[in-house]
């Protein structure tokens, strides 16, 4: 009876053994070899924004291009820490984006041919790009270096070719743009486009607030309980996110400056869209990891469709992404520092791009 007892813990320790073996984690299953094409689904493209012909894109850290009409992504940078929002200037030659290199979220910019990015601000606060001004030689961002306290931004205006940082008189803001004409200030002074929050209708759900930057004077144009933000200027109409159809969802929305009315463009039920951007002709957003583009004439939109190619590509980005976390993790049981992880990363995402 004695050594009947001492057996069963001892078959329940192989039976587990067994288990592991039998059944690897995802991190054993991760080979050399990528899955057909086909099969690969990228998905998680975020931070869009559209040109006249491309869309920018972030997937895996990185900025990506591909053509508006869909087809295969190339991408735009790939050194140490991450990047995000992407937003080309009017004329669509240059790149704006907030990268985080040296510890530190900065804005850049960068030929939307390629090359070396060009550092604009320098603060050690947080400075996020929220876009151009209409004569593609300003950058609008949002940053807390002179909010006394990090959890509220305020806006600034930069030259894009760097200098000095002027505040826009306004107490605080998070998103914003600038009217086609120089002239109004369609901002959020609060977000929580970065919550996880559902159906939320507290204090912290922003309205949209036009500023008259020549008098100086402020309306609230939404009023309303849900969430109001990411305003976007085309022409007579001001799109903007909001969640205030009876399916609390965040879709696209339109007011109409001339006769004062709202109306719903988008109208998905399953996901929240995410992150719009505007361009001379074309809306782009996020909705459930997939890019749509919504033409800005007929306000219909459609998935843009990324082929194999950059799947394929998308893969090998993912996986050495990966690989680096994991060894992060493994290393000596406690996780790397942040730049010796870094360079893990940036090592295997060179292994990874010799393989395509």
């Known amino acids: 009876m004695k050594s009947k007892r001492l057996l069963t813990p001892v078959a329940a320790w192989l039976s587990l053994l067994l288990g592991a073996v039998a059944f690897p984690t995802a991190a054993s299953v991760i080979t050399n070899n990528p899955p057909p094409a086909a099969a690969v689904n990228a998905r998680m493209l975020r931070y869009p924004d559209v040109s006249a012909t491309q869309i920018a894109f972030v997937y895996a850290g990185d900025i990506w291009l591909a053509p508006k009409t869909g087809g295969t992504a190339q991408r735009l940078s790939s050194p140490r820490g991450e990047e995000m ?21 900065d804005v850049y910019v960068i030929s939307a041919g390629g090359g ?25 961002y949002a940053t807390s270096m002179t909010s006394q306290k990090d959890r509220f931004n305020q806006l600034y ?85 909001s969640d205030r159809d009876e399916n609390k969802r965040d879709n696209i929305w339109a007011y109409d400056l001339r006769k004062e009315k709202f109306r719903q463009v988008t109208f998905f039920t399953e996901f929240d869209v995410h992150f719009p951007s505007v361009g ?19 306000e219909k939109y459609q998935e843009v469709e990324i082929n194999r190619g950059a799947r394929r590509d998308f893969y090998f980005a993912r996986r050495a992404r990966h690989r680096a976390q ?23 995402l060179q292994r990874s791009e010799r393989r395509i």
């Open 85 to 105: 929002f992407p937003r080309f200037s009017p004329d669509g030659s240059q790149i704006a984006f907030s990268g985080n290199y040296d510890g530190n979220l």
């Open 116 to 140: 070396l990015p060009r550092r604009v601000t320098h603060h050690g606060a947080p400075d996020r790009i929220l876009g151009w001004y209409p004569d593609g030689t300003n950058l609008l």
């Open 157 to 241: 205006k930069v030259p894009s070719t760097g200098g000095l940082p002027v505040q826009l008189p306004v107490p605080y803001g998070e998103f914003g743009a600038i009217s086609p004409d120089g002239r109004i200030l369609a901002y959020t002074p609060i977000s929580v486009d970065f919550r996880t929050w559902k159906r939320y209708r507290g204090g912290m759900n922003p309205d949209i607030w036009f500023f008259n930057l020549e008098k100086g004077t402020a309306r609230n144009i939404t009023h309303d309980d849900a969430n109001d933000s990411m305003p976007m200027w085309h022409s007579h109409t001001l799109y903007f996110l």
């Open 280 to 298: 001379p002709t074309d809306l782009v957003f996020e909705n459930g990891g997939h890019l749509y583009l919504l033409d800005l004439i007929t």
């Open 326 to 348: 994991s060894h992060a993790r493994i290393r000596r049981g406690a996780p790397l520092s942040g730049l010796v992880a870094g360079r893990q990363m940036d090592r295997l």
